[in-house]
């Protein structure tokens, strides 16, 4: 069949930027088409022309487009990839390495790098450098580069970091080159090679067409320059700017340019390949753009730089029609992404109820994923074939958390987290058990309670609460003990251990298979995981736990699995900007356009800097920039277009993207008609920033809340406060009153953390141990038997081995002080009395109130007197601030003179003194305040008494960031500290 007439050359063709690509190409081959013995082409013919695309979805979008066309036979459409399938292979390619078993052999020999060459990376990057290193030597095949390349290279003019990279690329080059092709674009450029042999003797006699591929990869130029010689095959490039005058074309063609960012340099490059010139490449088929005005705006603002004398010479020829470039333009400048995914999310809305065909298109998956979930505000689900990524479905959350326990100790927070798990017990039957069990484990042991999971501690809790739980524990206890056992071993044991891990858990107590772990989609995806990682594993070795975890979050890199079935909207959809090249919309949205999204920056090699690459033949990084440039402008020139970006990201301002910012600067450049047309943008992008802002905001108005101070009936208010409350009562009376009246308490934490508090218990503990082991005078050894109990108390109360260190060291800094001072004390008082409670009531009011108190410390006097110690973690306070606030050591000395404490009589106290090791201070109270301070009290609990005293929040806060434990409740941040309450 002659579909095409004879060329002198490569028969190559175009699309301008915007056209409909597909119904153009569409259209083109229908017209080339013989006719039949009826009206119209013959219908046989379509079955004999080959199609070939970039993506499975492009070539899904074709078929779509070609059962249009009413009853034929359609035409063989194949995916460029392949080319390389072992099954559609044009000649005996060797078995490719496995994708995975290359990168583990690859982290084998970086770890023996990192290994010899600390300085060169942390143990940690291994994975991601064997990826960097899979990615360099796939660039070479793919550019038909041997790595023996490598060893020509002399890099003594290069910085030493670079001189070991490649004496390491040189030193592996040997297995490099024995690992052949890969799976990916080495094994392409191969069968690309040996088809172009193939073609050269016998070339197909049917139509062979490669469409909407822009030839940017090494191999792709090789397939593309084979199809382009036979005698009838073509090339369909998408998005060839017809508006570039040859000085252009020229200069885009020269290396030393500083061109490959520029979105036609890519086409530059392929011609140069083939041998044709891009200046003169025929259209498919006349398909006049829907915004040619736009077009040539776009292309004269993506010049190559230096541009400015090209933007006064050329610009002059817009004016006139800039009104035009931007009629249909949109230009969405939103405070922050939540905005810009809401705004774009009204214009994809808007333009379903008109009937148009919209799409979003953007690298973003976070934006697409922000989009996504606001049209499902109003039950709107768009066609998004990317998916979620595996690591944040169930399955994969599950998989990734009991990575990280692997050979680490359970805390309650790790073992919380894996419980409340939807795929825990999630046999039949099993789930609403397991939560009861939960819930009741949580408040009895896991919150407040010790920082590691004890495993025989708990048994003893599941003996007490008998039915279920001691059953439930054994399981748990079984599931996860084998992960904090796990060391350094083989990668077949890990994944083992994983695996049977997660399932024993998925399973339940009762041990149903019939669990959730491995079903739906991505449940498969997750299991195939698996079963990819075990044929491979032992070309892994063996690996650290870190190692392991390193490994695995990396394989969940990358691999996205299909949403849920759902019913997508015909008119809506999120395109990736590979699949945008060829498919075409009414109306188009650029979201994410910042520096560092669209385009991304090429991020730096680790093995080969700049001047390496260039040596070696292997492209820039910019060339990448290119092709997103390219991206950009065949986008832009769809019918409408909305550009957008979010001024802001969740961390500081953001840059636009530079090809906005060229954009807005050529049409500032063009005087008033220009102004007025980005204004005009601007303004039409705001209307749907403003109704983003306005659908969020509340349809009446709602007043904040008040400072709030309760008013509680003097029969429900406390009837006695400890000597730490008493503070509290100063500072914040509202804590108080939701503590005492309300009887709220505060939810601990799930175990325990070094802080403070904890700090204070090993003091108090060491401070005790240490009197009891020197009630007399301090022995000449006191600085041993200090250190010795600071030892045993940090080893009973601070389970932390590095926090443990710290406090050691900083508690024993500490001896010399303290023992100066107790030796003062002890020639005072001697110890007779710690941690002893006592109470006192408060005389002459109307309802019973007392104050209670636990003693630090109370040393007696031969002649019965007493004098109190109170032990500090924290820094010393000033005293002003401790006459204010701190009550505890006056009113417990208010407490001993009354007889309030046990084992003691009433006695008469002669020091009172706060020890402060936070900064090694103490601060003594004159005991002659002690009437003034029992009165402030009394009159502080018959003020509280009465039911005109208010709660007030905040009274008297510490500082102005100062944080209570009630401030949600009170709902602080709808008032402030100056409110009237």
Partial sequence: MTFFAPAPGPRVFALPPGADFLGALVAGI????????????????????????????????????????????LPRIRVVTELADAALAPVDLPVPVPPLRRKLELARLVRGLVSAAPELAPGNAVFDLADSLAELLDELQDEGLSPSALARVDAAEHAAHWQKSLAFL?????????????????????????????????????????????????????????????????????????????????????????????????????????????????????????????????????????????????????????????????????????????????????????????????????????????LDRWGVIPDDSAGRPLGLTPPGTLLRRLAVLIGRALTPADLLSILKHPLVASGSGARAPHLRLTARLERAKLRGGAPWIDWPDLGLWADAEGGEAPGWIVWLHEALAPLAAGGAMPLAHHLALHRSTAEALAAGPAGDPAHGLWEEAPGVEAAALFTLAEAEAEAGGELSPADYRGLFQSLLVGRDVPEAAAVTHPGLAIWGT????????????????NEGIWPRLPGA???????????????????????????????????????????????????????????????????????????????????????????????????????????????????????????????????????????????????????????????????????????????????AIYRETIE????????????????????????????GGEAARRRRALPEHREVSGRREVPGLEHPFAVTARADRLDVTPDGRVAIYDYKSGNAKSDAEIAAFHLQLPLEAAIAAAGGFEGLAPAEVVHLELLYFGNRESRAIDPETLARTWERFAALAAHYQSAETPFIARLRPQKISWAGDYDHLSRKGEWTDGDEP
């Fill in 578 to 593: 590979l699949e945008a090249r060829i498919q075409s919309a009414d109306l188009v949205v650029l979201g994410g356009l």
């Fill in 170 to 374: 040189q030193l592996i080059s040997g297995y490099l080159e024995a690992a052949g092709p890969g799976g990916g674009p080495g094994r392409l450029r191969a069968a690309a090679t040996a088809l172009a042999a193939r073609w050269a003797v016998a070339p197909p006699t049917h139509p062979v067409i490669v469409a909407g591929s822009t030839g940017s990869r090494g191999a792709m130029r090789v397939f593309m320059t084979a199809v382009a010689s036979l005698p009838q095959g073509a090339l369909v490039l998408p998005g060839l700017d017809p508006s570039l005058p040859p000085a252009v074309w020229s200069r885009l063609g020269r290396d030393d340019a500083g061109a490959s960012d520029h979105p036609q340099h890519g086409f530059r490059r392929l011609a140069d390949a083939i041998g044709f010139d891009p200046a003169t490449v025929p259209l498919w088929r006349p398909a006049p753009p829907p915004a040619p005005e736009r077009n040539a705006l776009v292309s004269l603002a993506l010049r190559p730089a230096p541009v400015t004398d090209q933007w006064r010479e050329e610009g002059a020829a817009l004016l006139g029609a800039l009104g035009a470039a931007s009629e249909r333009l949109s230009w969405i400048e939103a405070p922050d992404p939540r905005r810009e995914a809401l705004a774009i999310a009204l214009a994809l809305r808007e333009a379903a109820e008109t009937g148009q065909r919209a799409a979003l298109i953007t690298p973003d998956r976070t934006l697409a994923r922000r989009v996504a979930a606001e």
């Fill in 30 to 73: 229908e017209a080339r088409l013989p006719a039949g013995d009826l009206f119209g082409p013959d219908p046989l013919a379509l079955a004999e022309v080959e199609i070939w695309v970039n993506t499975r979805r492009a070539a899904r979008a074709l078929e779509e487009r070609m059962a249009m066309g009413g009853p034929r036979l």
């Fill in 792 to 819: 045993r108390a940090l080893v009973r109360n601070a389970p932390w081995p590095a926090v443990r260190a710290i406090w050691t060291a900083r508690l024993a800094r500490a001896s010399r002080w303290f023992l």
């Fill in 605 to 783: 090699d680790p093995w080969l800097g700049r001047g390496l690459r260039r040596t070696i033949g292997l492209p820039s990084p910019e060339d990448r920039i290119g092709l997103s440039a390219h991206d950009f402008q065949q986008a832009m020139g769809a019918p409408s277009v909305i550009v957008s970006r979010a001024i802001r990201d969740v961390e500081a301002p953001t840059v636009a993207s530079r090809w906005l910012l060229r954009l807005e600067n050529l049409l500032l450049g063009l005087g008033t008609e220009g102004a007025e047309a980005l204004k005009a943008a601007r303004a039409r992008g705001q209307r749907l920033v403003a109704i983003a802002q306005r659908l969020d905001e509340p349809t009446e108005r709602v007043s904040p809340a008040r400072r709030p101070a309760p008013r509680p009936p003097s029969a429900a208010r406390p009837r006695e406060l400890s000597v730490t409350q008493v503070e509290t009562l100063i500072r914040d009376p509202y804590a108080i009153y939701a503590r005492k009246v309300l009887r709220l308490r505060p939810l601990d934490r799930p175990g325990r953390e070094p802080d403070a508090i904890s700090r204070g218990i090993v003091i108090h503990a060491a401070l005790d141990d240490f009197v009891t082991a020197t009630l007399d005078a301090l022995p000449e050894d006191a600085e």
